[in-house]
C-alpha cells in the first residue's frame, strides 16, 4: 500500500515533503492533547502524584518543542529550492 511518495532502495532514499509536513503537524496535534491531559489532572488534582504528573508532562512538552521547530521549518520550506538532510547517522 503506497499511500505516500516515500521510496526506500538499495542505495538511497526518497521522502515525500507533504507526508513529513502532515507527519509533524500530526505529531503538534497530538502531543498538545497529551499535555493537555497532564495540565488537566494537575489542576482538577486527579492526579497519583504531582511530581510523576510534572515530569511526564516536561516528557510531553519536550516532544512537543521537536515536532512544533519541525513543522514550522518543513511549512517554510515549502517555498524553498534546496533542502538539505541533516543529523542523519553516517553510512559506513
Same mark, same amino acid.
Given at each position: 500500500m503506497n499511500v505516500t511518495k516515500n521510496d526506500l532502495c538499495s542505495d538511497g532514499a526518497k521522502l515525500d515533503f *507533504?507526508?513529513?509536513? #502532515?507527519? %509533524?503537524?500530526? =505529531?503538534?496535534?497530538?502531543?498538545?492533547n497529551q499535555a493537555e491531559r497532564h495540565i488537566v489532572a494537575l489542576?482538577?488534582?486527579?492526579?497519583?502524584?504531582?511530581?510523576?504528573?510534572?515530569?511526564?508532562?516536561? *516528557?510531553?512538552?519536550? #516532544?512537543? %518543542?521537536?515536532? =512544533?521547530?519541525?513543522c514550522d521549518t518543513l511549512q517554510g520550506a515549502q517555498d524553498r529550492h534546496e533542502i538539505e538532510i541533516v543529523n542523519k547517522p553516517e553510512v559506513k
Amino acid at each position: 500500500m503506497n499511500v505516500t511518495k516515500n521510496d526506500l532502495c538499495s542505495d538511497g532514499a526518497k521522502l515525500d515533503f *507533504e507526508a513529513m509536513r #502532515k507527519t %509533524a503537524l500530526y =505529531a503538534v496535534g497530538a502531543l498538545l492533547n497529551q499535555a493537555e491531559r497532564h495540565i488537566v489532572a494537575l489542576h482538577e488534582l486527579h492526579c497519583i502524584s504531582y511530581g510523576l504528573e510534572a515530569v511526564w508532562l516536561a *516528557e510531553v512538552t519536550a #516532544k512537543l %518543542a521537536i515536532a =512544533a521547530e519541525t513543522c514550522d521549518t518543513l511549512q517554510g520550506a515549502q517555498d524553498r529550492h534546496e533542502i538539505e538532510i541533516v543529523n542523519k547517522p553516517e553510512v559506513k
